[in-house]
């Protein structure tokens, strides 16, 4: 059956690679995992998706892959409807979700042929050579004839990245893909992420470490208790949360009782700086009275917000990721 064109022309770009609208799942017994979802990862973005433990975002990644069936609203995913669309979105779409699946007993190439077999629309005759390329571009070649078993944590994740490569993919979802790394082989992930992006791929990552989101990703949504909390530009999300009020002074203990009089909140003393969290307000009052109290000052600001100082402010919750 013919399908018929996308409402943005097929290319999934104006109304975003992956647009969901009201998405939600209720599983049996009145399980609420996802609760009218409305999300738009726009094209070419590095997109991070986050939430603290429970908060939908696995069960999300497997209603867009048409894995899973949501019990209402839309998911479209490169302009098409899903899960009906998958056999035609799907060979666009490279996707590691909980790990990869692998046979032990055969090794790291094989399986890699096996996955590229197994894809109706992949050119056997092109097969071993994109093999071999896939492989080196996630560091694997010298392991390449190793049984999968024998692969640690961190080679798995690697080899499961690998099969997502073997083809040229308009988007790539990737749930955990740093996941049992040593610091060396998640910088070459994050690298590699990053030249994916440049090449005009667009990348759906779930991560539960934060500073990976703010060193790769462009755009970012935050998820909690199965509602979306809130998307936009990294810098957009870190923006709309004030910074700490940070104090660089020797006379801490002081600088902490000034700052608590005038309405500094959370006041945090470590070694010679006291941060805490500034009132409304001009902050050059609270330098003032600081001056004016017989603190010695030698460094005064607030300081950028982080994304997990976002996280935080948004979800009331740390983050502890898992699903």
């Given at each position: 059956?013919?399908e018929?064109?996308?409402?943005?022309?097929?290319?999934?770009?104006?109304?975003?690679?992956?647009?969901?609208?009201?998405?939600?799942?209720?599983?049996?017994?009145?399980?609420?995992?996802?609760?009218?979802?409305?999300?738009?990862?726009?094209?070419?973005?590095?997109?991070?998706?986050?939430?603290?433990?429970?908060?939908?975002?696995?069960?999300?990644?497997?209603?867009?892959?048409g894995?899973?069936?949501?019990?209402s609203?839309t998911?479209?995913?490169?302009?098409?409807?899903?899960?009906?669309?998958?056999?035609?979105?799907?060979?666009?779409?490279?996707?590691?979700?909980?790990?990869?699946?692998?046979?032990?007993?055969?090794?790291?190439?094989?399986?890699?042929?096996?996955?590229?077999?197994?894809?109706?629309?992949?050119?056997?005759?092109?097969?071993?050579?994109?093999?071999?390329?896939?492989?080196?571009?996630?560091?694997?070649?010298?392991?390449?004839?190793?049984?999968?078993?024998?692969?640690?944590?961190?080679?798995?994740?690697?080899?499961?990245?690998?099969?997502?490569?073997?083809?040229?993919?308009?988007?790539?979802?990737?749930?955990?893909?740093?996941?049992?790394?040593d610091?060396?082989?998640?910088?070459?992930?994050?690298?590699?992420?990053?030249?994916?992006?440049?090449?005009?791929?667009?990348?759906?990552?779930?991560?539960?470490?934060?500073?990976?989101?703010?060193?790769?990703?462009?755009?970012?949504?935050?998820?909690?208790?199965g509602?979306?909390?809130?998307?936009?530009?990294?810098?957009?999300?870190?923006?709309?949360?004030?910074?700490?009020?940070?104090?660089?002074?020797?006379?801490?203990?002081?600088?902490?009782?000034?700052l608590?009089?005038?309405?500094?909140?959370?006041v945090?003393?470590?070694?010679?700086?006291?941060?805490?969290?500034?009132?409304?307000?001009?902050?050059?009052?609270?330098?003032?009275?600081?001056?004016?109290?017989?603190?010695?000052?030698?460094?005064?600001?607030?300081?950028?917000?982080?994304?997990?100082?976002?996280?935080?402010a948004?979800?009331?919750?740390?983050?502890d990721?898992?699903?």
């Amino acid at each position: 059956m013919h399908e018929p064109p996308a409402a943005d022309g097929g290319d999934g770009v104006d109304g975003g690679v992956i647009r969901t609208r009201g998405l939600t799942k209720r599983y049996r017994g009145g399980q609420l995992a996802v609760d009218g979802l409305d999300l738009t990862v726009p094209a070419g973005s590095v997109f991070g998706f986050l939430g603290p433990n429970g908060s939908g975002k696995t069960t999300t990644i497997r209603m867009l892959m048409g894995l899973i069936e949501p019990t209402s609203g839309t998911a479209r995913v490169l302009g098409r409807p899903m899960p009906r669309s998958a056999p035609t979105v799907l060979p666009q779409v490279g996707a590691l979700i909980e790990g990869p699946a692998l046979y032990g007993f055969l090794n790291g190439r094989d399986n890699l042929l096996r996955y590229d077999a197994a894809d109706p629309t992949a050119d056997p005759r092109t097969r071993a050579a994109r093999v071999a390329a896939a492989l080196d571009r996630v560091g694997l070649t010298a392991a390449a004839g190793k049984r999968a078993k024998a692969y640690s944590l961190g080679m798995k994740q690697r080899l499961g990245l690998a099969a997502a490569l073997l083809r040229p993919r308009r988007l790539l979802v990737l749930d955990e893909p740093t996941n049992g790394l040593d610091p060396q082989g998640m910088r070459e992930i994050r690298s590699l992420v990053r030249e994916l992006a440049s090449d005009g791929t667009t990348v759906f990552l779930s991560s539960h470490l934060l500073d990976e989101i703010e060193q790769v990703c462009t755009h970012a949504a935050v998820m909690a208790r199965g509602r979306l909390v809130t998307q936009g530009t990294v810098a957009e999300l870190a923006a709309a949360t004030r910074g700490r009020l940070a104090v660089t002074t020797p006379d801490t203990a002081d600088a902490a009782r000034v700052l608590k009089e005038h309405g500094v909140a959370d006041v945090v003393v470590a070694g010679d700086r006291v941060t805490g969290e500034p009132p409304d307000g001009e902050p050059a009052e609270l330098n003032a009275a600081l001056v004016a109290a017989g603190v010695r000052v030698r460094g005064f600001g607030v300081e950028r917000a982080s994304l997990e100082d976002a996280f935080v402010a948004l979800t009331g919750e740390g983050f502890d990721v898992a699903g």
